[in-house]
Each structure stands twice: as structure tokens, then as C-alpha cells.
């Protein structure tokens, strides 16, 4: 919800059981701890009056609140109670021709229906209930501190329900969502990782959801109680649930982010967990982009996406450390080459130390980039999953040895223009090309690795 939005309804509660609007301070104290800022010093700063003075009218502030919406309002809270009170207060916006579900459209009216037996009545938000399924043991994590705290701010501030966590294999998704859970995890009732590397329809793993949460009651049978069960627990315990590979839902040889069939009610799912209104955060990690998450931050819906991109090179040089690699001075020009892409380094310095000796000049002697057979397997994955018009657009790329703007690759490949632009697009949102805006261009290139990997498989 936007902001002006939450504080329109804030003053018309006020307004409706006080008869009085909220005053100037009073809006500028909300403004403030809506947005989870620290409001005291510069609301007193901006209005010329002391903190102490702002201490008491927002002690007050939140005194009204709390008479008016029935619950204890704080500055730590308001945001989420106003946003709830909205919510149950009107109908919900969700698009209904996607929802079918139970016929059930008010979710609103399911808040009084508690979860069956939760499993985490004892808990406390100092215990979490964290089941981590088979995720990777993180040994080492170097940088993404602008990620993290981007992350973190989205989750706890911005109270984002849906977030996507892209970019291309090997990139670091999962280490860094796993670093993620140990930052926060204190902060939920319940965290849950699970990988849908196998696919499992969407009722396997809403049952695997169920089975965490209420470990002794019985899992219904139809998939759309359990999506309600599930939104219930959303709705009463804070839960971040990380689900990964989510690039495994989407089917082969068509464009990026579409749906295996037997997947596709987990797109009306994740639509679902950004439109109802509950204190939980879904993140999706996922080397495709799902369609479904542009068009809802568009909408201005809790959803956020984020790209990573290479690691930064003192990060990317500590990864080479560990790896007990020679020729440090020498190690910017792998990493470059490398896109700093964690896992690329890793398979790359394994071949260094295995056939040269861990000397990284003596392997930058060869004609760059050598591709090892395992970062080879690697690049197969996303590239078995590209449309033929896709694979053409990849292999006229490969030939240019400068950018390219789209309207350079009409007529040079064999499919219409509406072809092409698809392609690139969809490319784009396999995180396989570079685009760059130059004199208002669109310019379109391959990093040296992709290049290398398409000219020697395709070409
Ligand atoms: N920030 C980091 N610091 C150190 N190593 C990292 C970091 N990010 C990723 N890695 C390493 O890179 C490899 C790939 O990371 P991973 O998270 O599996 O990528 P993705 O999930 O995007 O495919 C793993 O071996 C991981 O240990
Ligand atoms: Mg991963």
C-alpha cells in the first residue's frame, strides 16, 4: 500500500471516531514511522520544536491509534496494523478472473479462523521454528552488504510480501538468501527453505508447507484448503519462507518465466501471497524471471525484485584466496574475465590449481576464455531451455564484436521482427545478454564467457 494511502486512512479513522483530523505534527510523526524511520529529531528539526516535545505528541498519537483500530499501536507497528485495518475494512482488490479458488474471495473474512493447530503457538519470536530442508551448508560469505541490507529493508521496513531474487546460475541466490535467514530469522515465528529443483506440483509442496507448520493436525486433501490454510498461517504468524530453483517451474523451449501446465497454479499462488493481506514474506529465487512479478510491482503491489550481479572484486580476490591461488596481481584480470560470478571463479580456479599449479598468469597465457567442462555443464542448463528464435538471436550475437542494437538483428536473423524483440527479451530475462543504453540506444552484447560458450557448442 502506498504511503499516501496509509495515511489518508489513518486520518480517516481518526476523523470517524474522534470527529478530529489528525494535526500537522501528528501526520508528520506517521509519515515518519510508517516508512520505519526514527521520526523524533527530524520532525522536531523540520518543525522547530524539541524532541521531547515530539516524544509526547507521538506517545499520543499512538494512544488515539490504538483506541481507534482496537489493537496496540506503536511505531514498530503501525504500519502493519494500518495496513491490515485497511484491508479487512474494504474488499480486497484481487483480480478476480485468476481467483477461483473455493469460490472464496474475501479473505478477509477468513482472519477470525485460526490455523487448525499451530504448530508454533509456544513459540517466541527469540525461538523461531526453522526448517531448512536440504539446504547447502554455507561455509564462506564474502560482500553483498548493499543486497542484504536492500533485502533486509524490504522485508522488516517495507513489509514486502513477494520478492524475486534473480539472476544467472552460479551468481550466489542461494548463499545469499541463506545468509539472509541467519540475519533476520529472529524477527519470524517460522522459516522455511526448500528447493523446487524437482519440480513438485504445487499441492506437494503446499503439503510440505502444511506438514511444517502444523505438525500434528491433519492435511486436507484438496489443494485449494491447503492454499488457504496456508494463507491463514501467513496471516497469523510472521513467516519467511525462501523457496529456490524456482526456474524449474517454468517449461523448456518457450520463452522465459512460462509455466510447465502441471505448474501453472503456482503462478495464481505467488499472486495470491503479494494481493492477501498477511505479515509474511515468500522469496523466489529463480535464474527466469516468473511474468507474473513485473506486472505486480507495476501495480504497486509489496513486491520487489532484485538482479545480482558480480561480486565485488575484493570478494571475488577472497574467493581466489581460499582457493590458494598464486599471481595475485593477476587475479583482477580473472575475475574480469570471470564476470565475478562466484561459482564461475570456483570451477575456474579448481582448473588453475589442478593444471597449473594454482599459477594464474601462467592460465591467462592461453587464448581467454578457457571454459572447464564443469562451468561448460553449467551454462548447458539455462541454454537447453532457450526457443529456437532465442538460440539464433544468441549465436548473431556471438558473431559482433561490438554491441548491437535490436534493430541490427532484423533481417540478419531468420524470423520477424516481433520474433526477435520476444527473444531478446526474453533473454534479458534469463540474465543471458547485456543490454546498455548508449546515445539513447539499446545495445545488446554477450559477456566473454556466454560468447565463448555459444561459439563452441553453436557456431
Ligand atoms: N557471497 C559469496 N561469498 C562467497 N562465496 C559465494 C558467495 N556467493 C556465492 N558463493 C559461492 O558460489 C557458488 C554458487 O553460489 P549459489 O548461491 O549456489 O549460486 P546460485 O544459487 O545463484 O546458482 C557456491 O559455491 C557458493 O559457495
Ligand atoms: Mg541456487
Redesign the pocket.
Known sequence: MELKEVLRFADEKVFSTTGKHLDDLQEAILKEAVQGRKYAAKVAKDRGCSEGYVRVAAAELWKILSEVLGEEVSKVNVRAILERAKFYNFSPTIDSENVTVNNHVNFCQEKTRSPASPAKSEQTPDKPQIDLGDAPEIF?????TPELSTLENWITVDRTRLIALL?I????????SLRLIDEIKTQFDCVIYRSLRFSPTLDATLTNLLQIFSQTSEIPQNTDTKIFQILDYLRNYRCLIVLDDVQMLFSIGHLAGNYKSECEDYRLFFKLIAEVCHQSCLIL?SWEKPREIARLEKDDRPVRSIVLSR?EVA?AKE?LREQKLADEKTWSTLIDIYQGN??WL?LTATLIRELFGGRVAEFLQCEMPILDESLQFQLSQPFGRLTVAELAVMVHLANQHEPVAVSQCFNKIPYSPSEIVNAVRSLGNRFLLDAIEREKITLLSLNPVVKQYVKTQFS
Open positions: 564462506t560469505f564474502f560482500d553483498r539472476g546460475s552460479g551468481i550466489g541466490k542461494t548463499t545469499l529465487n561480486l570478494a574467493i562466484p561459482l570456483e
